[in-house]
């Protein structure tokens, strides 16, 4: 499964180095991450990182496979 996850402001490079496995942009004062989920417990693991990194998730979606 690949996802898109949209966090609110733009997140440093330090941050974005907390999230190896998900490319990022940046864009309309978000930040865009994305790549492949293997499966749930890593979706919620990148989840919970977002939230101890005091991340706000606005959006989050499961992108169609290429």
Do not use: C, N, W
Not at 29 to 40: A, K, R, S, W
């Amino acid at each position: 499964m690949r996802y898109e996850i949209r966090v609110e402001g733009h997140m440093s490079e330090t941050l974005t180095k907390a999230f190896p496995e998900l490319g990022h942009v940046t864009m309309s004062g978000q930040t865009v991450l994305y790549g492949p989920v293997v499966d749930e417990a890593h979706l919620y693991g990148l989840l919970a990182r977002f939230q101890s990194l005091g991340l706000r998730v606005v959006e989050m979606r499961q992108l169609p496979e290429l």
